[in-house]
């Protein structure tokens, strides 16, 4: 199974300078670049990734709009609060407030991703009036559950996520199809060197929602998938095959309903499509943009 981007170089090297911003006492750390022409473009990663995940596809998007790329709180370069439970809850405050500081009244391209999209489309779903095109690269749901049980597990979990960092050496690497290099796994081990700066890694499973559980997270859910039925917010959908989080047949039963969608198949894939298409997905969505854009100004 290999059909990645294998006839251009995908980059080990971060070539971006990193900015912070407080929020509540906290940092925040963000990329920012690219030109100030368009709605600003906000890339939200997923677990266990940071805005590392994005260097690769955001050189095609940025010469033709301003690019935004966080650090979830308590990721990547973005402090790390000690009691703070990383909770969905705890993460949408600190990205509301990100988005509040950052780009307090601008119209935001929202390109998600793994957890990214959960947060993205609650955002999403309660600033409509602020939501541009919307590009989507795999999303969190109730569906998904079945593949992190064991993370869930009180005492199996924390041993394997915490004491093993298994997101990182495991479930990362494992869900790439191209073999990342040590250059490449060691940006993504540097902020979680220590057992206790994993518990960002470690929450997230814990909150997705199974049966209703936990409930604060499982009503946000709902809420925003039937948001996603019945706006007509222009989207993107990428997804690849066999995929982990998106299969063929969320994509039949789900992606297909949407309105004013545009789904992009990209081959062999199974969840991080951002190390396997860096180019492919960069070069969509400046494409895809520069159409939006065309559309809006009636050309």
Request: glycine share 6%.
């Amino acid at each position: 199974m290999m059909a990645y981007d294998s006839s251009e170089p995908i980059s080990a090297e971060f070539p971006f300078e990193k900015r912070k911003v407080k929020i509540v006492g906290a940092e925040m750390a963000y990329v920012d670049t690219g030109t100030s022409e368009g709605s600003p473009t906000v890339f939200l990663h997923g677990n266990p990734t940071s805005s590392y995940v994005w260097r690769n596809i955001i050189p095609h998007v940025s010469s033709g709009s301003r690019c935004i790329a966080p650090d979830l709180i308590g990721f990547g370069d973005s402090d790390k609060i000690l009691g703070l439970e990383y909770r969905v809850v705890d993460h949408q405050f600190y990205l509301d407030a990100f988005l509040d500081a950052v780009l307090p009244t601008e119209k935001v391209t929202l390109v998600i991703h793994d957890w990214g999209s959960a947060l993205g489309f609650d955002w999403a779903r309660r600033h409509e009036d602020l939501c541009a095109p919307c590009t989507k690269l795999g999303c969190i749901s109730p569906a998904v559950a079945r593949h992190f049980r064991p993370f869930r597990d009180p005492k199996l979990g924390r041993e394997l996520l915490i004491n093993q960092n298994a997101f990182i050496e495991m479930v990362l690497p494992l869900n790439v199809l191209r073999h990342l290099s040590e250059e490449e796994m060691e940006h993504y081990r540097r902020p979680y060197l220590e057992p206790e700066s994993r518990e960002p890694l470690w929450r997230f499973p814990n909150d997705i929602p199974i049966e209703g559980h936990p409930a604060d997270v499982w009503e946000k859910v709902i809420k925003y998938i039937d948001w996603l039925l019945h706006t007509t917010v222009p989207k993107l959908f990428f997804w690849a095959e066999p995929g982990v989080v998106i299969t063929k047949e969320t994509v039949k039963g789900l992606v297909e309903e949407l309105q004013n969608t545009k789904i992009v198949f990209l081959g062999p894939g199974l969840h991080y499509f951002q190390e396997d298409y860096p180019h492919t997905i960069g070069r969509e969505i400046a494409q895809w943009l520069q159409l939006r854009g065309k559309i809006e100004k009636g050309m």
